[in-house]
């Protein structure tokens, strides 16, 4: 617990670095999940984390966005110097879970690394939160159409269905591989000799 004045920022660091990056079962550190132990739910955790690390936390930040950003030069830097073991550890979690060659949306872009493709037994907690969301959604729709919910409800069930197109299916491996080649042109070979030097 932080206590002001007395706490420093490298007990929070320890903390972090034992609790959180010291394991290979963080589904026990989420409150109320009992005791580490080789279990499916954390097994099915630390895949669904993969993931989302590879997608979320490489891959966009590839985009040309970050480039000239505050975070440019670390990003490219991390990615080029670091490349054949993160090349390594991608390729080890493909080999355990064949989701990171097929990946595809289903629930990410609205929840947590948990939700990315709920595991049998796991879905009905997502499905509920899915609809709770776009029956929030529609609300929020309907009063700034200046509508009550009912009338919304009614205009939409009157407009023909139309089946959305399933995503395609993503290679991750291959994407993480583009992204690092993409973000080690952002910077000139001169300017990593500096980093170096």
Known sequence: MWQPGTSTILQVLISIQAMILGTTQPYFNEP??????????????????????????????????????????????????TRHTISAQ????????????????????LAGSHMLQPYPG???????????????????????????????????????????AAPAEKDLVAEAEEAMDKVAAWRTPAYFRTVVM
């Open 32 to 81: 109320g999940y009992g005791t580490p132990k080789d279990s499916k739910p954390s097994k099915d955790y630390n895949s669904n984390v993969s993931l989302a690390t590879v997608k979320h936390a490489m891959i966009h930040w590839s985009q040309d966005q970050f480039k000239d950003g505050i975070w440019g030069d670390v990003i490219s830097t991390h990615f080029t110097f």
């Open 90 to 109: 991608i390729k080890a979690w493909a080999l355990k879970d064949k989701r990171m060659r097929a990946w595809t949306p289903s629930l990410n872009p």
């Open 122 to 164: 796991h879905g009905a907690h997502g499905q509920d939160y899915y609809a709770q969301l776009h029956a929030g959604l529609a609300y929020q729709q309907a009063l700034a159409a200046g509508q009550t919910l009912a009338q919304a409800q009614a205009a939409r069930a009157a407009q023909p269905a139309v089946a959305a």
